[in-house]
């Protein structure tokens, strides 16, 4: 069965202090991993889209990475304005569905 | 370029009732996705519709059924609404098969009572 594990659920950094988000998953055919950012009361944001091992995407304090495994999301010098719950996703086999994990919840206090 | 526009944004119904929520794609999508996010978790894949057709559907119940507008709109209906069903209701649009991410609405609230 496809299935996205993210790890921590919850992550408290202070301003400046630099950390990683993981996403582990088990799927067939996968075709796309994605990272979302949800605020409070909002929709998933789109922040990145990864498609093959060793791939990396960089967006300001932001770096996705790819492995066949997992997927790593990491915050460099994280400011107050990062605090948010995100989400990895990823789309396998025919059809178009997201296989989504349960969330990391990020606060980072100033 | 409008994105994706969902509603209402909250509704309250008690057990036993209908809803019908609607959702307008992003600008250029022809393909929309429906998700339950319960408090807390991710969201799970309800359907998707394209060419007014579900293509593809997730473990819900019969309840939950949905339509797809020639204008690439869409709804989601469930039906005999229970306690459980309390969740944010989010729409995403993309390109039919693209792996291009899916762009989310920002969801409709509904709570059972």
């Known amino acids: 069965e496809d299935q996205v594990t993210q790890s921590p659920e919850a992550l408290r950094l202070q301003e400046g202090e630099s950390s990683s988000l993981n996403c582990s998953y088990t799927v067939s055919g996968l075709r796309g991993l994605f990272w979302y950012r949800q605020d409070p009361g909002k929709g998933p944001e789109f922040l990145f889209t990864?498609?093959?091992a060793g791939e990396e995407k960089e967006k300001e304090r932001l770096k996705a990475t790819l492995t066949k495994k997992e997927s790593f999301l990491h915050i460099t010098a994280p400011k107050p304005e990062d605090s948010a719950t995100y989400l990895c996703a990823v789309q396998a086999g025919q059809g178009g569905k997201l296989i989504f994990g349960q969330g990391t919840e990020l606060s980072v206090k100033p | 370029d409008a994105g994706v526009t969902q509603s209402p944004t909250h509704l309250i119904k008690t057990r036993g009732q209908q809803v019908t929520l609607r959702c307008s794609p992003k600008?250029?999508?022809?393909?929309v996705s429906w998700y339950q996010q319960a408090l807390g978790q991710g969201p799970q894949f309800i359907f998707q519709y394209y060419e007014e057709e579900e293509r593809q559907r997730g473990n819900f119940p019969d309840r939950f059924s949905g339509h797809q507008f020639p204008n690439y709109s869409s709804e989601l209906n469930v039906n005999a609404l229970l306690l459980g069903d309390s969740a944010l209701y989010l729409c995403?649009?993309?390109?039919?098969?693209?792996?291009?991410?899916?762009?989310f609405g920002d969801g409709t609230r509904l709570s059972i009572l």
């Open positions: 990864l498609y093959s």
């Open positions: 995403a649009s993309s390109l039919f098969l693209s792996n291009q991410p899916q762009h």
């Open positions: 600008s250029g999508h022809d393909t």
